[in-house]
């Protein structure tokens, strides 16, 4: 109980602080800025991993927890328990969002500024540079370690910077799936959702060319 309630954590301050960057941003009329939107999501990302790495993982990602079952690093009967947490985590984080910023029309969606399909193979190539690094930095189904968040967080950071404008730079379904619920966008959803599991499925199977045994060792 204490893994998934770390999840659910996990993810409700992802999606609270970097939707809730993107909200205040929009509020006060670009203070907080594109840099600093991807700055919140690296950050936050790198700081629940140092929280939360040695308990649960810190999966706070859907498309994460399902890589590393496909891995054969998290047992497959866990996944529906965790995405269940990492959802409902972000869902309190997208409606605290709406009771106080009533008025915000996308409550931070990720919406598709671009051809729908070039945004659907971004959001692929992004996930799979994400899931390679995690999958390479952690140890078993558990992203701990001195290094950890650093490395992590910051291909969070980076990918938000450069992708951000176009895309959205999810990566992660639950963090997209919340705010697109309340506020009733969308449009584009399913790009959201099946992409970052596609992208890191992908660097699973890539992973076991360049190092087999620990990419899909049972006791890794």
Same mark, same amino acid.
């Given at each position: 109980m204490k893994r998934y309630l770390s999840e659910s954590i996990g993810t409700f301050a992802l999606v609270f602080c970097g939707t809730g960057a993107i909200i205040i941003d929009q509020y006060t +009329?670009? @203070? $907080?800025?594109?840099?600093? $939107?991807? $700055?919140?999501?690296g950050f936050i990302v790198m700081g629940m991993i140092y929280a939360f790495g040695d308990i649960s993982g810190a999966h706070?990602? =859907?498309? *994460?927890?399902?890589?590393?079952?496909?891995?054969?690093?998290?047992?497959w009967k866990e996944?529906?328990?965790? *995405? $269940?947490? +990492?959802?409902?985590?972000?869902?309190l984080a997208s409606t605290l969002l709406l009771l106080m910023f009533p008025d915000n029309e996308t409550l931070g969606a990720t919406l598709p500024q671009w051809d729908v399909w070039k945004v659907f193979l971004m959001e692929?190539?992004? @996930?799979?540079l994400l899931m390679l690094v995690i999958i390479h *930095?952690?140890?078993?189904a558990k992203? #701990?370690?001195? #290094?950890?968040?650093?490395?992590?967080?910051?291909? *969070?950071? !980076?990918?938000?910077?450069?992708a951000g404008p176009l895309t959205g730079a999810s990566m992660n379904p639950a963090r997209s799936l919340? =705010?697109?619920? !309340? @506020?009733g966008h969308l449009n584009g959803l399913w790009i959201y959702?099946?992409?970052?599991?596609?992208? #890191?499925? !992908?660097?699973?199977?890539?992973?076991?060319?360049v190092k087999e045994d620990d990419c899909c060792n049972d006791n890794c």
């Open positions: +009329q670009g @203070s $907080i800025s594109h840099v600093g $939107i991807a $700055i919140t999501f706070i990602n =859907p498309a *994460v927890t399902i890589a590393f079952a496909y891995a054969k690093k998290f047992p996944v529906p328990k965790y *995405v $269940i947490a +990492q959802c409902m985590g972000a869902y692929v190539i992004l @996930s799979y *930095v952690s140890t078993g992203e #701990m370690g001195v #290094m950890a968040g650093i490395a992590i967080g910051g291909v *969070v950071l !980076l990918e938000a910077m450069f919340s =705010p697109a619920l !309340l @506020s959702v099946v992409a970052p599991v596609a992208g #890191m499925l !992908l660097a699973v199977v890539s992973c076991r060319f």
